[in-house]
């Protein structure tokens, strides 16, 4: 068909028929319902990798403060061992100087018992002055 003052061709579809026509609304309700699925997937999807993200960071933190005390916890070890060994030492000199107080104390026991006895020159016997 041509139309009759611009000399170019109209073209004129027939109407579908009803089940046709049916099938292809079905068919892009079906197209624009999944576009909608696929941009909330979308959506659903960033916000999931974001969150793994933060998730990953947080991770990361806390093997960082892991780390962190546990290098603490071996320095309060040492801390520990150091002062267990200080205490050992501490009560071993201090038996050494409690044996040796003991020692001077007999000493000095002795030299006043060695005062107050005196020998007897001829009998060997012991006398109280």
Do not use: Y
């Amino acid at each position: 068909m041509q139309t009759n003052d611009c000399k170019f061709f109209e073209w004129h579809d027939a109407e579908l028929p009803p089940f046709q026509k049916a099938c292809f609304l079905r068919m892009k309700a079906q197209k624009n319902l999944l576009e909608e699925q696929l941009k909330c997937k979308s959506i659903s999807e960033s916000l999931m990798s974001e969150r793994l993200e933060i998730k990953e960071n947080e991770l990361h933190q806390l093997k960082n403060k892991i780390q962190e005390l546990e290098m603490k916890e071996n320095e309060l070890h040492q801390l520990k061992k150091k002062i267990e060994e200080l205490e050992q030492n501490v009560h071993n000199h201090s038996r050494r100087l409690k044996f040796e107080r003991n020692v001077f104390m007999l000493f000095l026991f002795v030299l006043f018992v060695s005062m107050f006895i005196v020998r007897d020159s001829g009998k060997g016997q012991l006398m109280l002055k």
